[in-house]
């Protein structure tokens, strides 16, 4: 099975910079997304990590440690259009299902 | 417009009722999933289908069942609905498994149940 723990919620100011951590636990792994959830709205994809380090894409970059089951994602300069949940989703090794099983996410 | 369409927008439903949702891919993609969330919980996957197969099931209910048909749109009818099946219910394509295909999801239905 999988397991993924991400903080319930956090505060930021605009411009700043905030850090939401993953953890996950699972017996297999084929990736690791980080998505944007607007309120009552459709979660968009924001990155993807398979291999260990840090993964850059304007605002947002994204790290992973698949020795420690670890990843962050680092927003910069925050604007208010940045408040929304972030969801962290783990690809388990299943063949050729391609599940993303996805943590309860970040109210920012 | 992510491409993945979803319909109905919103449903309301007596309890006991059923319904069907319907989902039609971004154009190319052969993979359809299944998604549940409901009010303040995570996403829960519910089923995936590759190019009309199953592939994967998640905690799905007995009373729920889907199917993806030829032109790849799929189907999610759910029945004997009771209360706490209120949800947004999302479905989400990708054009292959594995790798770093990552999902497109649709608007979602939201399904009240009364």
């Known amino acids: 099975g999988q397991n993924i723990d991400q903080p319930t919620e956090m505060t930021a100011t605009e411009g700043a910079i905030v850090q939401i951590n993953c953890t996950y636990q699972?017996?297999?792994?084929?990736?690791l997304f980080w998505y944007q959830q607007h309120a009552g709205e459709a979660p968009t994809f924001l990155s993807y990590?398979?291999?260990?380090g840090l993964e850059e894409k304007g605002r947002f970059s994204s790290f992973l440690s698949r020795s420690k089951g670890y990843s962050y994602l680092l927003l910069k300069e925050l604007q208010m259009k940045d408040s929304a949940s972030y969801l962290c989703?783990?690809?388990?090794?299943?063949?050729?299902?391609?599940?993303?099983?996805f943590g309860t996410g970040t109210r920012l | 417009d992510s491409g993945v369409t979803q319909t109905p927008k919103h449903l309301i439903t007596a309890t006991g009722q059923r319904v069907t949702l319907r989902c039609s891919p971004r154009?190319?993609?052969?993979?359809v999933y299944w998604y549940q969330q409901s009010l303040d919980q995570g996403l829960q996957f519910l089923i995936q289908y590759y190019n009309g197969e199953e592939r994967a099931k998640g905690n799905i209910l007995e009373r729920f069942s889907a199917q993806q048909f030829p032109d790849l749109h799929s189907e999610l009818n759910l029945s004997s609905l009771e209360l706490g099946d209120s949800a947004l219910y999302f479905c989400a394509s990708s054009v292959g498994v594995g790798g770093h295909y990552g999902y497109t999801f649709g608007s979602g239905t939201r399904l009240t149940v009364v």
């Open positions: 989703a783990v690809r388990g090794n299943t063949g050729t299902a391609s599940k993303l099983t």
């Open positions: 699972t017996s297999g792994f084929n990736g």
């Open positions: 990590n398979v291999l260990d």
């Open positions: 154009s190319g993609d052969l993979s």
